[in-house]
């Protein structure tokens, strides 16, 4: 009998404690329940991280090889234009031969060089591209008179002298020596210095045929730039 009443107590006490602590019963699981979401959310953050960080890393490379083959294409377009330039130069130091004396067959235009300098605008930086550009131009507009009619008329010696400081404006950055192109002015000094170069018998002091013509070119063009 005492037994079965102990027993009674005893049961009766579980169910107490029971209903007593039922807030702390119940809230344990939810406790348990917040830490398990807590750190997966942290593992799962952490985990995230690292897939952004390779992310990152690989546009970092991605970049770099991208960069990287940009430079080469840009160094490979340079590569060309040494002698391509000289081309240009020769083709208009012969033309303004041709032009003066007619002593010389008269030259093809250089149609290689030309393309050899459209190639590599599309590789170099803007200001650099544009003064290339203009050197095409420059070209085109040549072969475009020489279709039209037969031959250069006018001013033609003045655009050999602007078709030669063109191309020889550009030699120190086709060598490498400068990263981008430095733009000159091509006024009466500069024309002047050109024709020397081109001719070095023939001064431009002198009576010369043609000497005249071009000094008046010079001096008008000149004028218009200012």
Excluded at 4 to 31: K, M, N, R, S
Excluded at 192 to 206: F, G, I, K, N, T
Aim: glycine share 8%.
């Amino acid at each position: 009998m005492n037994e079965a009443l102990e027993g009674g107590q005893v049961y009766a006490g579980f169910w107490q404690a029971v209903y007593d602590f039922q807030t702390l019963i119940i809230g344990v699981p939810a406790v348990l329940v917040g830490v398990a979401t807590v750190l997966a959310a942290y593992f799962t953050i952490r985990r995230m991280g690292r897939q952004i960080a390779m992310q990152g890393s690989q546009i970092e490379v991605d970049q770099s090889r991208h960069d990287d083959a940009k430079r080469s294409a840009a160094w490979q377009a340079r590569a060309g234009l040494p002698h391509a330039l000289s081309d240009i130069c020769e083709f208009a130091t012969n033309y303004l031969k041709f032009v003066r004396d007619g002593k010389v067959d008269r030259p093809d235009p250089p149609e290689e060089a030309t393309r050899i300098v459209i190639r590599a605008i599309g590789h170099l930086e803007p200001r650099s591209a544009k003064t290339l550009w203009e050197l095409a131009n420059e070209i085109q507009t040549f072969r475009a008179r020489l279709d039209a009619e037969g031959g250069l008329r006018g001013d033609d010696q003045y655009f050999c002298l602007a078709l030669y400081f063109l191309a020889e404006n550009i030699f120190e950055f086709a060598r490498g020596q400068t990263e981008i192109v430095r733009r000159k002015s091509f006024g009466r000094e500069e024309a002047e210095r050109v024709y020397h170069v081109m001719l070095p018998d023939a001064p431009l002091d002198s009576d010369a045929a043609g000497n005249r013509d071009l000094r008046e070119a010079i001096e008008r063009f000149d004028a218009s730039r200012q």
